[in-house]
């Protein structure tokens, strides 16, 4: 079986202040930097991503393997129409010379915009679709938060999308839909598919599959699959894309349409029924702050900085929570990424140990978000290179630059030159700083921390310092949503802005 393999994805986050350039896919910023051709087996083998699960896959069953490429960059603002064409086109002409296929495995997010293109994977699929041709099978495994168009599962003929949040499951996802288009390769079989969009958009901190009520939906999964569907996926929808695909969706696939149908009705259904249950609290950062020094108890308590959470569009730079740590003279605190090159420039240049002032966070795209400026100790240098052992990175190396820890009085500050989400507890130790032995841990992410950080948190919970990524999706400034769509469970509907007839 002689099977192309090619990788794209970008979340895009069509509020957020920095567009995916081709700088941005080459960085890789928490993903495997852009790779192309044979050096895609060395990159991707090892780690926690949907190509990584096909190429086992792909050495398990013997496949003839033509590996692309494959591009990923951290989610931001829209993919630009340069680094879209000229990745596409890349992939395209990859897949063109390989000739006659039996296959094609997609690694894809879901939720890519780029400047001229609403449905990033719609038009993905379309492309290598029409140099395949028909009758190839083409196989994607996706990303919970895709925003999946109907156009998208018209032209693919099976995707399984990742069922836990942390997305500890990404590399058995690949390998779920790799064993799909095996499946399908070999039998000739191309399965009946529906699609459902759901009614209601969830704030990403509550979407967590550790959490009810999204644990139960995704269990719930088995049981549909168990009642004669050959695979079938929920996605939560990545909320800030002003999209009309944006939101929610359920698909499903079978043998008959009557049983695809049947399933997909199935989750649709579960998810509606459980609006009332997504009902978490928030904290604002003083507040956050002051409950975590007023428990009692072992270990730390972590903290959520999800509105700069760059995983949905922040920069990892703003300062709401790090202001409420120094404002509380907090003790055994430690808040991680600021990505600040400049800071960290400077206190390479003061060098271990001094004491100096620096300006540290921010961003420039950000103007009502002020540095903390203030005294600091230079407690620890770095070069920024290390590996991320925990279950969301799977080993995954980074390279941050030149970074540091830099101590105000009892709260260490993790300072980086490039990002990458803090869903690591080696991202706090490579600058010298034990997680275990804090009592207070604020990280830049929503969600996707909790895979290494459940384990030794007291408790977790979720604050809403000012950052570029709305908690809400009521607060984002949505324009082109389709009409209906509630913007956060049991919330206002979507109304599209119309002439008021009486107005003169
Ligand atoms: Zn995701």
Known sequence: MKVALAGFLHETNTFAPDPADMAAFQAGGGYVPFVKGAGMFEALRSVNLGMSGALGVAAEKGWDTV?????????????????????????VEGIRAAGPLDGVFLDLHGAMVADHVDDGEGEIAARVRAVVGPDVPIAAALDLHGNISQAFVDTVDVLVGFRTYPHIDMADTGASAARLLDQLMRTGQRP????????????????????????????GLETVEADGALTASLFMGFPAADIPDCGPCAIAFADTQEAADRAADAIAASYEAVESDFDNVTYQPDDAVAYARAAAGA??????????????????????????????????AAIGLIVDPETARQAHAAGQGATARFRIGGHAALPDILPVEVEAEVAFLS?????????????????????????????????????AQMADREMFRFVGVEPEEQAILVVKSSTHFRADFTPIAREIIVAVAPGPMPFNPADLPFTRLREGLRLCPNGPAFKTARADPGTP
């Open 67 to 91: 590996p692309v490429l494959w591009a990923g960059a951290i989610p931001s603002a829209l993919v630009t129409e340069q680094a879209f064409e000229q990745i596409l086109g890349d992939i």
């Open 192 to 219: 009946a598919k529906a699609f459902r969009q759901m009614s209601y958009l969830v704030p990403i901190p509550f979407q967590s599959t550790d959490l009810s009520p999204a644990r139960a939906l995704y269990e």
């Open 299 to 332: 270990g730390p308590i972590v903290i959520a900085d999800t509105q700069d959470n760059p995983g949905a569009g922040g920069v990892s730079a703003t300062t709401g929570m790090l202001r409420a740590l120094v404002d509380a003279n907090a003790r055994s």
């Open 383 to 419: 070069d920024g290179k290390m590996q991320a052992t925990g279950p969301y990175y799977g080993g995954t190396h980074l390279d941050f630059g030149p970074s540091a820890c830099l101590r105000i009085g009892g709260v260490s500050v993790v300072v980086t030159s490039r990002i």
